[in-house]
């Protein structure tokens, strides 16, 4: 059995750290592990909410069925003003935010002792083989004694300091205030491995904790091509985000700086997701989708996606989406931090805004073909190639250079 430590239930579909979490704990189940999700603080999405993929318990729910609900009224109450809040416009619930936290953007928050306290007491009752721990935030855990002889893993999703470090110097508010280098590496020197989610933050890991087991996981792309009788629209753009401070940045500066020679030259843009309805105006030539049950239907009509972020770390999961249709990206630096950049892959690096323009402008007219977006995705983020890490650090017994191998296969 695995535990799996976490604030947030993991769902496909979603933002890109619940999607590479749903991810994991499918390809546990599927290696034969069950997993018990260790619910930390109380973020379901209504007080009663049904949710059946795998076991989950937490000190602020009980389940009935396969229903989990909200275990005191307190809590039902918290959760219930949340479910409210995202149901305001976004610009008003941003709003709201911000002033509850003071703050531009929350990269996390640290449980409750009494939170670490109850999971630290399961995890003793559940004698699990290994936990794995969703990023630093959780990792406090990893100092109670319970754990001391357990295999622990923690699966970072970003270096958050370094995200912390580039909002902060873009001018934003940022919680945890001053989140440095040295305090990610205490917290995360507790655990035996690491995950890191692309390659250039492993190396960063290694140098943070240079005495734990680093590897990459990063999330698993299946190529998804476009059926022969769906067509490309000619001149569409495609954006897909959430609405995170750097992704309302972006587009901000790519609606200022980019977007007017793009619709003077009779260019479109779907926006899909949280970002959309969370900018006030868009200009002309855009539209807002919201979320949407599958993406498939717009990413095969798209021709072109885009990802002008200008600040960010982790790894863009949108962009494995996108390069899994068989759409290439055009995106700043910032936006291809950690991918695969070889002369095959799917992304076309533009620094500046007129160089995004112009790239744009050169791949729009004539969308590279798809073959060589989807194997891409094949070659560099198929299941087995993601978790050869994982199952590395999962198998303690496993000789040395058995481990080696794995952690150096090309992810």
Known sequence: ????????????????????????????????????ILLTGSRLAWPVQRYTETRVLGPHITRV????????????LSITLRALL??????????????????????GTFPSPSDL???????????????????????????????????????????????????????????PENFSRVREATLLGRAIS???????????????????????????ALP??????????????????????PNLDGLRWFFSEIWPPLLSEGLTLDLVGDC??????????????GRVPSLAPLLHRASLAISPLRAGSGLKIKLLDYARHGLYTIATPPSLQGFYLDADSPFIMAGSANMFVQA?????????????ALSYVSLHYGVKASFAGLRAALTPGLAPEAQDNLRSLKL
């Open 194 to 220: 690491i995950a890191a989610i692309q390659p250039e933050e492993a190396e960063e890991l290694r140098a943070m904790c240079p005495a734990r087991n680093i590897f990459t996981a990063p999330m698993p």
């Open 65 to 76: 069925g396969p229903y989990l609900g909200a275990l005191s009224p307190v809590t039902a």
């Open 360 to 372: 744009v402008l050169r791949h729009v007219a004539s969308p590279p073909q798809p073959g060589a």
């Open 1 to 36: 059995m695995i535990a799996f430590v976490t604030d947030e239930l993991p769902r496909p579909g979603a933002a890109g750290h619940l999607a590479l979490n749903h991810a994991i704990i499918d390809w546990l189940r599927q290696e034969g592990f069950a997993v018990t």
């Open 117 to 175: 306290r109850w999971c630290a007491r399961a995890i003793e009752r559940l004698q699990p083989k290994a936990v794995l721990i969703d990023t630093v935030f959780r990792a406090p855990l990893l100092a109670e004694p319970e754990l001391a002889g357990v295999n622990r893993l923690v699966i970072t999703h970003d270096v958050f300091h370094r995200r912390a470090q580039a909002l902060s110097a873009a001018g934003y508010h940022v919680l």
């Open 86 to 107: 995202r149901r305001l416009p976004p610009p008003i619930a941003a709003r709201l935010r911000r002033a509850r936290h003071n703050a531009d953007a929350v990269l």
């Open 224 to 245: 998804c091509p476009r059926p022969p009788d769906v067509e490309r629209i000619p001149g569409r753009l495609i954006f897909v985000g959430s609405n995170s401070l």
């Open 276 to 289: 959309g309805p969370a900018l006030t105006r868009l200009p002309r030539g855009v539209k807002a989708w």
